[in-house]
């Protein structure tokens, strides 16, 4: 799940639903959004930069060895989400 083009919401949900499913690492996935987030040549729809902005930090600990700021069931109820926000 890669390329040199902007990604549309189609890849940018695939991600989402990969880290949900266990198919990436969480710190995959991070690098990955923040290479698009940061981007300040990229323009971004308000709905492709709100889920580039959540899979952007997904990684983060709580503390140096806590668990994950975000649990697997938050990543899921964001990835419905995404999903309900597209369905409009």
């Given at each position: 799940?890669?390329g040199?083009?902007?990604?549309?919401?189609?890849e940018?949900?695939?991600?989402?639903?990969?880290v949900?499913?266990?198919?990436?690492?969480?710190?995959?996935a991070?690098?990955?959004?923040?290479?698009?987030?940061?981007?300040?040549?990229?323009?971004?729809?308000a709905?492709?930069?709100?889920?580039?902005?959540l899979?952007?930090?997904?990684?983060?600990?709580?503390?140096?060895?806590?668990?994950?700021?975000?649990?697997?069931e938050?990543?899921?109820?964001?990835?419905?989400?995404?999903?309900?926000?597209?369905?409009?």
């Open positions: 799940m890669s040199t083009d902007q990604p549309d919401l189609d940018i949900e695939r991600w989402f639903a990969a949900a499913e266990g198919r990436v690492s969480r710190d995959e991070d690098r990955w959004a923040g290479r698009w987030l940061l981007d300040d040549d990229l323009g971004w729809d709905l492709s930069l709100w889920a580039l902005g899979l952007y930090g997904i990684d983060l600990p709580v503390g140096p060895e806590g668990p994950y700021l975000h649990d697997d938050q990543v899921r109820e964001w990835l419905g989400e995404l999903r309900r926000r597209r369905a409009r």
